[in-house]
Protein backbone atom coordinates (compact mmCIF):
# COMPACT_ATOMS: atom_id res chain seq x y z
CA UNK A 1 0.00 0.00 0.00
CA UNK A 2 1.06 3.57 -1.05
CA UNK A 3 1.71 6.05 2.15
CA UNK A 4 -0.67 9.17 1.70
CA UNK A 5 1.31 12.66 1.81
CA UNK A 6 -0.98 14.95 3.92
CA UNK A 7 0.24 18.21 2.76
CA UNK A 8 -2.09 20.36 4.69
CA UNK A 9 -0.56 20.30 8.21
CA UNK A 10 -4.02 18.69 10.48
CA UNK A 11 -6.78 21.16 11.45
CA UNK A 12 -6.78 23.04 14.59
CA UNK A 13 -9.04 21.83 17.04
CA UNK A 14 -10.50 25.22 17.30
CA UNK A 15 -11.69 25.02 12.94
CA UNK A 16 -14.07 22.30 14.61
CA UNK A 17 -15.34 24.06 17.13
CA UNK A 18 -18.69 24.87 15.21
CA UNK A 19 -19.72 20.91 16.12
CA UNK A 20 -19.16 21.20 19.76
CA UNK A 21 -23.11 21.89 20.47
CA UNK A 22 -23.90 22.97 23.88
CA UNK A 23 -25.74 19.25 25.38
CA UNK A 24 -27.39 17.95 28.08
CA UNK A 25 -30.15 19.57 30.65
CA UNK A 26 -28.53 22.94 30.65
CA UNK A 27 -31.43 25.00 31.70
CA UNK A 28 -31.56 23.46 35.57
CA UNK A 29 -28.46 25.67 36.23
CA UNK A 30 -31.35 28.47 36.09
CA UNK A 31 -32.56 28.58 39.58
CA UNK A 32 -36.70 28.91 38.44
CA UNK A 33 -35.36 25.66 36.38
CA UNK A 34 -33.85 23.40 38.66
CA UNK A 35 -36.75 20.91 38.32
CA UNK A 36 -38.08 20.99 34.98
CA UNK A 37 -37.12 17.88 32.72
CA UNK A 38 -36.98 17.59 29.40
CA UNK A 39 -40.29 16.78 28.14
CA UNK A 40 -41.44 20.59 29.84
CA UNK A 41 -38.92 22.03 28.71
CA UNK A 42 -39.12 20.97 25.20
CA UNK A 43 -42.79 22.30 25.41
CA UNK A 44 -42.93 25.48 23.05
CA UNK A 45 -46.72 26.34 25.60
CA UNK A 46 -44.79 26.02 28.21
CA UNK A 47 -41.37 28.15 26.81
CA UNK A 48 -44.39 30.41 25.80
CA UNK A 49 -45.98 30.80 29.15
CA UNK A 50 -42.50 31.04 31.19
CA UNK A 51 -41.22 34.19 28.83
CA UNK A 52 -39.72 37.04 30.97
CA UNK A 53 -41.53 40.08 30.50
CA UNK A 54 -40.58 41.96 33.63
CA UNK A 55 -37.92 42.84 35.74
CA UNK A 56 -39.20 41.35 38.61
CA UNK A 57 -40.54 38.11 36.40
CA UNK A 58 -36.00 38.29 35.61
CA UNK A 59 -35.39 38.84 39.24
CA UNK A 60 -37.96 35.74 40.27
CA UNK A 61 -36.15 33.51 37.38
CA UNK A 62 -32.20 34.11 38.20
CA UNK A 63 -32.69 35.28 42.09
CA UNK A 64 -28.89 34.32 43.50
CA UNK A 65 -27.52 34.08 40.58
CA UNK A 66 -26.62 37.90 39.14
CA UNK A 67 -25.84 40.83 41.41
CA UNK A 68 -28.47 43.12 43.04
CA UNK A 69 -26.79 45.86 41.37
CA UNK A 70 -27.27 44.05 38.44
CA UNK A 71 -30.99 43.61 38.54
CA UNK A 72 -31.00 47.53 39.77
CA UNK A 73 -29.61 48.02 36.00
CA UNK A 74 -31.83 46.40 34.49
CA UNK A 75 -35.17 48.04 35.84
CA UNK A 76 -33.66 51.09 34.96
CA UNK A 77 -32.81 49.97 31.25
CA UNK A 78 -36.72 48.67 30.96
CA UNK A 79 -37.74 52.41 31.27
CA UNK A 80 -35.69 53.80 28.46
CA UNK A 81 -36.09 50.82 26.40
CA UNK A 82 -37.87 51.30 22.54
CA UNK A 83 -38.65 47.75 22.78
CA UNK A 84 -40.91 46.27 25.09
CA UNK A 85 -38.79 42.95 26.79
CA UNK A 86 -39.70 39.25 26.38
CA UNK A 87 -37.21 36.41 26.51
CA UNK A 88 -37.79 32.89 27.03
CA UNK A 89 -36.89 30.27 29.05
CA UNK A 90 -34.13 28.91 26.15
CA UNK A 91 -33.02 32.26 25.80
CA UNK A 92 -32.43 32.70 29.37
CA UNK A 93 -30.70 29.44 29.78
CA UNK A 94 -28.49 30.32 27.53
CA UNK A 95 -27.26 33.11 29.21
CA UNK A 96 -23.81 33.58 31.93
CA UNK A 97 -25.30 35.14 34.32
CA UNK A 98 -22.06 35.18 36.57
CA UNK A 99 -21.15 37.86 33.38
CA UNK A 100 -23.97 39.07 32.04
CA UNK A 101 -22.92 42.52 30.95
CA UNK A 102 -20.83 40.61 28.52
CA UNK A 103 -22.86 38.05 27.54
CA UNK A 104 -23.84 37.78 23.79
CA UNK A 105 -27.38 36.66 24.58
CA UNK A 106 -28.40 39.15 27.30
CA UNK A 107 -27.22 41.81 25.09
CA UNK A 108 -29.62 41.42 22.54
CA UNK A 109 -32.47 41.08 24.80
CA UNK A 110 -31.75 42.34 28.14
CA UNK A 111 -31.20 46.74 28.44
CA UNK A 112 -28.83 47.36 31.06
CA UNK A 113 -29.22 51.39 31.68
CA UNK A 114 -25.50 51.63 32.29
CA UNK A 115 -24.10 50.32 29.15
CA UNK A 116 -26.67 52.89 26.81
CA UNK A 117 -24.94 55.66 24.77
CA UNK A 118 -26.62 58.60 23.64
CA UNK A 119 -28.01 57.96 20.07
CA UNK A 120 -26.52 59.53 16.97
CA UNK A 121 -27.96 62.93 16.22
CA UNK A 122 -28.60 61.69 12.44
CA UNK A 123 -31.35 58.96 13.59
CA UNK A 124 -34.77 58.27 13.38
CA UNK A 125 -37.17 55.81 14.45
CA UNK A 126 -38.42 54.39 11.38
CA UNK A 127 -35.11 54.51 9.53
CA UNK A 128 -35.99 52.61 7.08
CA UNK A 129 -38.21 55.02 6.17
CA UNK A 130 -40.78 51.50 5.61
CA UNK A 131 -43.80 53.75 6.06
CA UNK A 132 -43.13 55.69 3.19
CA UNK A 133 -42.77 52.52 1.15
CA UNK A 134 -46.02 51.54 2.40
CA UNK A 135 -49.00 51.44 -0.28
CA UNK A 136 -51.69 49.48 2.24
CA UNK A 137 -51.03 48.93 6.18
CA UNK A 138 -48.71 45.69 6.94
CA UNK A 139 -47.38 46.01 3.09
CA UNK A 140 -43.79 47.02 2.01
CA UNK A 141 -43.07 47.51 -1.61
CA UNK A 142 -40.07 48.98 -2.18
CA UNK A 143 -38.21 46.89 -4.43
CA UNK A 144 -40.14 46.50 -8.14
CA UNK A 145 -40.24 42.13 -7.81
CA UNK A 146 -40.56 41.71 -3.81
CA UNK A 147 -42.55 42.93 -1.33
CA UNK A 148 -42.47 42.31 2.59
CA UNK A 149 -45.96 41.75 3.86
CA UNK A 150 -46.07 42.19 7.60
CA UNK A 151 -49.32 40.67 9.27
CA UNK A 152 -48.81 39.83 13.06
CA UNK A 153 -47.11 42.62 15.06
CA UNK A 154 -45.94 40.03 18.21
CA UNK A 155 -42.67 38.14 18.48
CA UNK A 156 -41.52 34.95 20.82
CA UNK A 157 -38.49 37.49 22.48
CA UNK A 158 -38.23 41.09 21.65
CA UNK A 159 -35.38 42.41 20.11
CA UNK A 160 -33.72 45.19 21.29
CA UNK A 161 -31.97 45.73 18.31
CA UNK A 162 -35.02 45.51 16.04
CA UNK A 163 -35.73 47.25 12.79
CA UNK A 164 -38.93 48.11 13.24
CA UNK A 165 -39.08 49.54 16.87
CA UNK A 166 -41.84 51.72 15.02
CA UNK A 167 -44.23 49.23 15.03
CA UNK A 168 -43.65 45.55 17.15
CA UNK A 169 -44.29 44.53 20.37
CA UNK A 170 -46.42 46.54 23.06
CA UNK A 171 -46.44 50.52 23.40
CA UNK A 172 -43.18 51.08 25.64
CA UNK A 173 -42.74 54.27 28.02
CA UNK A 174 -40.32 55.71 25.06
CA UNK A 175 -42.39 54.60 21.79
CA UNK A 176 -46.73 54.62 20.89
CA UNK A 177 -46.51 51.89 18.13
CA UNK A 178 -47.89 52.14 14.71
CA UNK A 179 -50.33 49.73 14.02
CA UNK A 180 -49.55 47.22 11.35
CA UNK A 181 -52.30 44.83 9.89
CA UNK A 182 -53.18 42.35 12.17
CA UNK A 183 -56.18 40.43 11.39
CA UNK A 184 -57.42 38.00 8.17
CA UNK A 185 -59.67 40.41 7.39
CA UNK A 186 -57.27 43.57 7.45
CA UNK A 187 -54.86 41.27 5.44
CA UNK A 188 -57.13 41.38 2.07
CA UNK A 189 -56.49 44.92 1.44
CA UNK A 190 -52.47 43.49 1.05
CA UNK A 191 -53.49 40.28 -0.80
CA UNK A 192 -55.64 42.07 -3.10
CA UNK A 193 -52.77 45.16 -3.93
CA UNK A 194 -50.17 41.83 -4.26
CA UNK A 195 -52.52 40.51 -6.61
CA UNK A 196 -53.21 43.67 -8.62
CA UNK A 197 -49.17 44.36 -9.18
CA UNK A 198 -48.07 41.54 -11.72
CA UNK A 199 -44.14 42.30 -11.34
CA UNK A 200 -44.42 41.34 -7.43
CA UNK A 201 -42.69 37.67 -7.73
CA UNK A 202 -41.42 37.58 -4.19
CA UNK A 203 -43.32 37.55 -0.91
CA UNK A 204 -41.59 37.80 2.71
CA UNK A 205 -43.74 37.17 5.03
CA UNK A 206 -42.31 38.77 8.51
CA UNK A 207 -43.61 41.25 10.88
CA UNK A 208 -43.69 40.74 13.68
CA UNK A 209 -43.04 36.60 13.07
CA UNK A 210 -44.37 34.05 11.45
CA UNK A 211 -44.11 31.43 14.95
CA UNK A 212 -46.72 33.53 16.21
CA UNK A 213 -49.19 33.08 13.70
CA UNK A 214 -51.89 30.14 14.61
CA UNK A 215 -51.24 26.96 11.92
CA UNK A 216 -54.59 27.82 9.95
CA UNK A 217 -53.08 31.47 9.77
CA UNK A 218 -49.73 30.13 8.11
CA UNK A 219 -51.80 28.18 5.97
CA UNK A 220 -54.28 30.90 4.98
CA UNK A 221 -51.52 33.39 4.20
CA UNK A 222 -49.45 30.94 2.13
CA UNK A 223 -52.60 29.54 0.21
CA UNK A 224 -53.82 32.89 -0.37
CA UNK A 225 -50.24 34.18 -1.80
CA UNK A 226 -49.54 30.65 -4.09
CA UNK A 227 -52.95 31.43 -5.67
CA UNK A 228 -51.34 34.96 -6.90
CA UNK A 229 -50.52 33.59 -10.60
CA UNK A 230 -47.64 35.52 -10.78
CA UNK A 231 -46.35 34.70 -7.19
CA UNK A 232 -43.00 32.84 -7.27
CA UNK A 233 -41.18 32.80 -4.73
CA UNK A 234 -42.36 33.30 -0.39
CA UNK A 235 -40.43 33.33 2.77
CA UNK A 236 -41.52 32.71 5.97
CA UNK A 237 -39.60 34.65 8.19
CA UNK A 238 -39.13 34.03 12.05
CA UNK A 239 -36.64 34.56 14.94
CA UNK A 240 -38.09 31.33 16.45
CA UNK A 241 -35.54 28.52 15.54
CA UNK A 242 -32.84 30.96 17.34
CA UNK A 243 -35.00 31.29 20.23
CA UNK A 244 -37.34 28.73 20.66
CA UNK A 245 -36.26 26.12 18.52
CA UNK A 246 -38.58 23.45 20.70
CA UNK A 247 -41.43 24.80 18.81
CA UNK A 248 -40.52 22.95 15.81
CA UNK A 249 -40.66 19.86 18.10
CA UNK A 250 -43.66 20.11 19.49
CA UNK A 251 -46.03 22.35 18.24
CA UNK A 252 -46.39 19.56 14.94
CA UNK A 253 -49.66 21.69 13.62
CA UNK A 254 -47.35 24.36 12.86
CA UNK A 255 -44.53 22.74 11.23
CA UNK A 256 -47.57 20.31 9.52
CA UNK A 257 -48.94 23.54 8.33
CA UNK A 258 -45.59 25.17 7.17
CA UNK A 259 -44.80 21.58 4.80
CA UNK A 260 -48.26 21.70 3.73
CA UNK A 261 -47.84 25.18 1.83
CA UNK A 262 -44.05 24.38 1.38
CA UNK A 263 -45.39 21.34 -0.72
CA UNK A 264 -48.42 22.63 -2.61
CA UNK A 265 -45.77 25.40 -3.38
CA UNK A 266 -43.70 22.58 -5.02
CA UNK A 267 -46.06 21.24 -6.72
CA UNK A 268 -46.81 24.34 -8.36
CA UNK A 269 -43.52 25.19 -9.35
CA UNK A 270 -43.21 27.91 -6.36
CA UNK A 271 -40.48 28.20 -3.85
CA UNK A 272 -41.84 28.59 -0.22
CA UNK A 273 -38.66 28.55 2.31
CA UNK A 274 -37.87 29.62 5.76
CA UNK A 275 -35.72 33.28 6.94
CA UNK A 276 -34.37 32.53 10.66
CA UNK A 277 -32.61 35.02 12.98
CA UNK A 278 -29.41 33.57 14.67
CA UNK A 279 -26.79 36.20 15.48
CA UNK A 280 -24.86 34.22 18.18
CA UNK A 281 -22.96 30.81 17.99
CA UNK A 282 -24.41 29.99 21.66
CA UNK A 283 -27.98 30.30 19.94
CA UNK A 284 -27.31 26.84 18.28
CA UNK A 285 -27.48 23.68 20.87
CA UNK A 286 -28.52 20.13 20.25
CA UNK A 287 -31.98 21.07 20.75
CA UNK A 288 -31.71 23.38 17.49
CA UNK A 289 -29.95 20.48 15.70
CA UNK A 290 -33.08 18.48 16.22
CA UNK A 291 -35.65 21.46 15.37
CA UNK A 292 -33.16 21.77 12.14
CA UNK A 293 -32.90 18.15 11.12
CA UNK A 294 -37.11 18.04 11.42
CA UNK A 295 -37.37 21.37 8.60
CA UNK A 296 -34.58 19.75 6.54
CA UNK A 297 -36.14 16.22 6.70
CA UNK A 298 -39.89 17.93 5.68
CA UNK A 299 -38.16 19.22 2.77
CA UNK A 300 -38.28 23.13 4.14
CA UNK A 301 -35.24 25.10 3.05
CA UNK A 302 -33.70 27.48 5.71
CA UNK A 303 -31.74 30.57 5.54
CA UNK A 304 -30.71 32.80 7.86
CA UNK A 305 -30.06 36.58 8.31
CA UNK A 306 -28.20 38.10 11.19
CA UNK A 307 -27.24 41.39 12.50
CA UNK A 308 -23.95 42.50 13.13
CA UNK A 309 -23.67 43.39 16.40
CA UNK A 310 -21.17 44.83 18.96
CA UNK A 311 -20.36 42.31 21.56
CA UNK A 312 -22.43 39.78 19.77
CA UNK A 313 -20.38 38.81 16.76
CA UNK A 314 -18.53 41.71 15.74
CA UNK A 315 -15.51 39.79 15.58
CA UNK A 316 -14.13 37.75 12.66
CA UNK A 317 -13.75 34.78 14.93
CA UNK A 318 -16.67 34.57 16.21
CA UNK A 319 -18.81 35.43 12.86
CA UNK A 320 -16.81 32.44 11.44
CA UNK A 321 -17.99 30.28 14.47
CA UNK A 322 -21.71 31.19 13.61
CA UNK A 323 -21.75 30.65 10.00
CA UNK A 324 -19.67 27.63 10.23
CA UNK A 325 -22.68 26.07 12.89
CA UNK A 326 -25.44 26.97 10.61
CA UNK A 327 -23.79 25.43 7.71
CA UNK A 328 -23.46 22.20 10.16
CA UNK A 329 -27.47 22.33 10.68
CA UNK A 330 -28.08 22.72 6.98
CA UNK A 331 -28.54 26.30 7.88
CA UNK A 332 -27.57 28.83 4.80
CA UNK A 333 -26.34 32.12 5.95
CA UNK A 334 -27.76 34.53 3.91
CA UNK A 335 -27.13 38.19 4.73
CA UNK A 336 -25.35 39.91 7.62
CA UNK A 337 -26.53 43.03 8.40
CA UNK A 338 -25.26 46.36 9.40
CA UNK A 339 -27.00 47.33 12.43
CA UNK A 340 -29.94 49.82 12.08
CA UNK A 341 -29.84 53.32 13.11
CA UNK A 342 -32.74 52.35 15.85
CA UNK A 343 -33.21 54.68 18.96
CA UNK A 344 -31.61 53.61 22.42
CA UNK A 345 -29.40 50.65 21.28
CA UNK A 346 -26.09 52.53 19.87
CA UNK A 347 -24.07 50.51 22.58
CA UNK A 348 -24.88 47.86 19.83
CA UNK A 349 -23.55 49.31 16.24
CA UNK A 350 -20.47 48.69 15.26
CA UNK A 351 -18.84 50.29 12.10
CA UNK A 352 -18.85 49.99 8.20
CA UNK A 353 -14.98 48.97 8.39
CA UNK A 354 -15.43 46.15 10.92
CA UNK A 355 -18.54 44.80 9.02
CA UNK A 356 -15.71 44.79 5.92
CA UNK A 357 -13.14 43.07 7.96
CA UNK A 358 -15.30 40.46 9.33
CA UNK A 359 -16.44 39.37 5.74
CA UNK A 360 -13.20 39.23 5.16
CA UNK A 361 -12.16 37.07 7.66
CA UNK A 362 -15.34 35.00 7.14
CA UNK A 363 -14.73 34.77 3.34
CA UNK A 364 -12.68 31.11 2.60
CA UNK A 365 -13.61 29.41 5.41
CA UNK A 366 -16.45 27.35 4.02
CA UNK A 367 -18.66 27.15 0.90
CA UNK A 368 -19.41 30.22 -1.03
CA UNK A 369 -23.27 29.06 -0.62
CA UNK A 370 -22.68 29.47 3.31
CA UNK A 371 -21.04 32.67 3.13
CA UNK A 372 -23.35 35.55 3.86
CA UNK A 373 -23.06 38.88 1.66
CA UNK A 374 -22.81 41.79 4.60
CA UNK A 375 -25.18 44.40 3.75
CA UNK A 376 -26.28 48.07 4.87
CA UNK A 377 -29.97 48.24 4.72
CA UNK A 378 -29.65 52.09 3.66
CA UNK A 379 -31.54 54.43 5.94
CA UNK A 380 -34.08 56.85 4.07
CA UNK A 381 -35.61 53.66 1.94
CA UNK A 382 -32.62 52.97 -0.70
CA UNK A 383 -33.05 49.36 0.56
CA UNK A 384 -29.61 46.58 0.98
CA UNK A 385 -26.52 47.56 -0.45
CA UNK A 386 -23.26 45.17 -0.06
CA UNK A 387 -21.49 47.36 2.71
CA UNK A 388 -18.00 47.00 0.19
CA UNK A 389 -20.26 48.81 -2.60
CA UNK A 390 -20.60 52.66 -0.95
CA UNK A 391 -19.89 55.36 -3.31
CA UNK A 392 -17.49 56.97 -0.72
CA UNK A 393 -16.48 56.13 3.19
CA UNK A 394 -14.89 58.80 5.68
CA UNK A 395 -13.58 56.73 8.16
CA UNK A 396 -12.77 59.28 10.18
CA UNK A 397 -15.93 60.66 10.68
CA UNK A 398 -17.71 57.28 10.44
CA UNK A 399 -19.90 58.41 7.35
CA UNK A 400 -20.44 56.32 3.99
CA UNK A 401 -22.49 56.96 1.33
CA UNK A 402 -24.32 54.65 -0.50
CA UNK A 403 -26.37 54.85 -3.90
CA UNK A 404 -29.13 52.57 -4.99
CA UNK A 405 -29.62 53.21 -8.93
CA UNK A 406 -32.22 50.31 -9.33
CA UNK A 407 -34.14 51.27 -5.82
CA UNK A 408 -33.73 55.12 -5.92
CA UNK A 409 -31.95 56.56 -8.97
CA UNK A 410 -30.07 59.58 -7.97
CA UNK A 411 -30.26 59.82 -4.19
CA UNK A 412 -27.47 59.61 -1.98
CA UNK A 413 -28.17 57.20 1.44
CA UNK A 414 -25.91 58.16 4.67
CA UNK A 415 -24.92 55.37 6.85
CA UNK A 416 -22.89 56.55 10.69
CA UNK A 417 -20.70 54.51 12.30
CA UNK A 418 -21.44 55.19 16.14
CA UNK A 419 -19.49 57.96 17.71
CA UNK A 420 -18.10 56.34 20.42
CA UNK A 421 -16.17 54.15 18.17
CA UNK A 422 -14.75 57.44 16.19
CA UNK A 423 -11.53 59.40 17.40
CA UNK A 424 -11.49 61.70 20.20
CA UNK A 425 -11.42 64.50 17.49
CA UNK A 426 -13.92 62.68 15.29
CA UNK A 427 -16.11 62.73 18.83
CA UNK A 428 -15.67 66.59 19.20
CA UNK A 429 -16.84 67.58 15.72
CA UNK A 430 -19.80 65.21 16.30
CA UNK A 431 -20.70 67.60 19.62
CA UNK A 432 -21.07 70.70 17.12
CA UNK A 433 -24.39 70.68 14.76
CA UNK A 434 -22.48 73.24 12.57
CA UNK A 435 -19.47 70.93 12.19
CA UNK A 436 -21.49 67.58 11.73
CA UNK A 437 -23.62 69.50 8.49
CA UNK A 438 -20.44 70.21 6.75
CA UNK A 439 -19.08 66.83 7.40
CA UNK A 440 -21.42 65.77 5.51
CA UNK A 441 -21.83 67.54 2.75
CA UNK A 442 -18.36 67.13 2.47
CA UNK A 443 -18.55 63.23 2.26
CA UNK A 444 -21.73 64.07 -0.28
CA UNK A 445 -19.69 66.23 -2.11
CA UNK A 446 -17.05 63.37 -2.42
CA UNK A 447 -19.20 60.68 -3.32
CA UNK A 448 -20.22 62.68 -6.37
CA UNK A 449 -16.52 63.33 -7.48
CA UNK A 450 -16.36 63.02 -11.36
CA UNK A 451 -19.86 61.64 -11.73
CA UNK A 452 -23.26 62.59 -11.45
CA UNK A 453 -24.20 64.58 -7.86
CA UNK A 454 -26.12 62.44 -6.04
CA UNK A 455 -29.09 64.57 -3.72
CA UNK A 456 -29.82 62.84 -0.26
CA UNK A 457 -32.82 61.11 -0.17
C1 LIG B 1 -35.25 42.98 2.80
C2 LIG B 1 -36.45 43.37 2.10
C3 LIG B 1 -36.96 42.56 1.06
C4 LIG B 1 -36.26 41.29 0.61
O1 LIG B 1 -34.98 41.58 0.09
P1 LIG B 1 -33.96 40.43 -0.33
O2 LIG B 1 -32.70 41.18 -0.67
O3 LIG B 1 -34.52 39.72 -1.50
O4 LIG B 1 -33.78 39.52 0.84
C5 LIG B 1 -38.10 42.99 0.42
N1 LIG B 1 -38.70 44.15 0.76
C6 LIG B 1 -38.22 44.94 1.75
C7 LIG B 1 -38.92 46.22 2.05
C8 LIG B 1 -37.09 44.57 2.46
O5 LIG B 1 -36.62 45.36 3.44
S1 LIG C 1 -37.92 38.86 16.14
FE1 LIG C 1 -37.59 40.26 14.40
S2 LIG C 1 -39.44 41.57 14.33
FE2 LIG C 1 -39.38 40.56 16.36
S3 LIG C 1 -38.30 41.97 17.70
FE3 LIG C 1 -36.73 40.61 16.89
S4 LIG C 1 -35.95 41.66 15.07
FE4 LIG C 1 -37.92 42.64 15.60
Same mark, same amino acid.
Given at each position: ???????????????????????????????????????????????????????????? +????????????? *????????????????????????????????????????? +????????????????????????? *????????????? &??????????????????? +???????????????? #??????????????????????????????????????????????????????????????????????????????????????????????????????????????????????? *?????? &??????? #?????????? &? *?????????????????????????????????????????????????????????????????????????????????????????????????????????? #? #????????????????????
Amino acid at each position: MSQIVHKKPPASPQSMEHRNLKQGEFWREIPAYRDVDEATFLDHLWQQRHSVKTPEELLA +TIEGLASPEFIDD *VKAGFHHAPMAVRVSPYAISLIDWHSPYDDPIRRQFIPAAS +TLLPDHPKLTLDSLHEQDDSPVPGL *VHRYVDKALFLPI &NVCPVYCRFCTRSYAIGPD +TDEVDKVSLAKTPAQW #QEAFQYISERPELEDIVISGGDAYQLPPRNIELIGNALLDIPHVRRMRFATKGPAVMPMKLLSHSEWVDALAAIADRGRKMGKDVVLHTHFNAPEEITWITQRAMDVLFQRGIFVRNQS *VLIRGV &NDTPERM #QLLVRRLAYL &N *VHAYYVYMHDMVRGVEELRTTIQTAIDTEKFVRGSLAGFNTPTFVCDAPGGGGKRDVHSFEYYDRENGIAVYAAPSVKPGKAFLYFDPIDRLTADAQARWAVPAIQ #Q #QMIEEALRKSGAGREQLVPA
